[in-house]
């Protein structure tokens, strides 16, 4: 009968190496249930090798903008591709509309750098710009392209 060698397990120190996590992350996220309380060996965490792959889905996630909750209900609703979806939903709804503002920002910036007043608190576009953010208007409406 040939030797069977053991499923390769990582220290801690050895899954922070290998994805570029600190050590302080991946207990956190233990903790948070987004990965797995892995076995121990005299007292050390022992992951399986599959956690380095389950690391870098979550920082992928955490690329893409999801919060670590919205992670934790990803990597624990694999099995259920609605779920998935519909937080792939939500999130690029989230992601469309901050770069709306971000690009409102951008422009409102570029007009502020380029207004011929010194001072641009004494430029009439401003103070309307200002007066309406306080009559409630977004800034993407209230400092049209």
Request: aromatic share 4%; charged share 25%; hydrophobic share 40%.
């Amino acid at each position: 009968m040939p030797d069977e060698q053991p499923t390769k397990q990582l220290t801690i120190g050895e899954l922070a190496r290998a994805t570029g996590v600190a050590t302080s992350a991946l207990r956190y996220w233990e903790d948070l249930g987004l990965i797995p309380t892995p076995a121990r060996a005299s007292g050390q965490r022992r992951y399986p090798a599959s956690a380095v792959g389950l690391v870098g889905q979550i920082l992928l996630l955490r690329d893409v903008g999801y919060s670590l909750r919205e992670v934790k209900a990803l990597v624990t609703s694999h099995s259920d591709p609605d779920t998935w979806r519909e937080l792939a939903k939500r999130k690029l709804a989230d992601l469309d509309e901050r770069i709306a503002q971000a690009q409102a920002a951008s422009t409102a910036l570029a007009h502020a750098l380029a207004c011929p007043h010194e001072d641009i608190r004494t430029c009439p576009n401003f103070a309307d710009i200002i007066a309406a953010r306080l009559a409630g208007s977004p800034l993407h409406e209230a400092h049209p392209h």
